[in-house]
């Protein structure tokens, strides 16, 4: 092989390299996070809404009052009833975010039923905080 050739197919591989191991740290974020997000969840589900609050990424408890954020789920969250199904449609990795700083988030929808809400979307925003854990920064109706 001309060393041109070698050179190039070092490069070459070198890039598959990265491309694979990034691809690899990417897919393990998006596990993390739905998983971090998959626990949260329950907690809503479950009415536990203080403790959603206080199991929620730092940015989220420093944004929204525990009281509040109670409130807001008892009206509505509460009145849609038990959560009949709930699955992941799409998983989205970004750095940036509207009025939140910048940082690693996943944003995960899901096509979710529940009792008295046959079909809707849920958009869960996890964040990954300072310490390495993934925590759950933003929860919206689509």
């Known amino acids: 092989m001309k060393p041109n050739k070698i050179y190039l197919t070092a490069i070459a591989l070198f890039l598959s390299i990265f491309v694979i191991a990034s691809s690899t740290a990417a897919q393990g974020n998006t596990a993390k996070a739905g998983l971090a997000s998959s626990v949260w969840l329950a907690q809503v589900d479950s009415g536990e809404y203080g403790e959603s609050w206080n199991s929620a990424a730092t940015h989220f408890k420093n944004t929204v009052k525990k009281e509040a954020w109670v409130q807001t789920l008892k009206s509505y969250r509460k009145p849609l009833g038990k959560t009949i199904s709930r699955k992941i449609v799409s998983q989205k990795l ?47 109706f689509k």
């Open 94 to 140: 970004t750095t940036e975010l509207p009025a939140a700083p910048d940082g690693q988030y996943v944003l995960i929808d899901y096509e979710s039923s529940f009792e008295n809400k046959k079909q809707t979307m849920e958009r869960v925003t996890a964040m990954l905080e300072k310490d390495g854990s993934w925590k759950v920064a933003g929860y919206f």
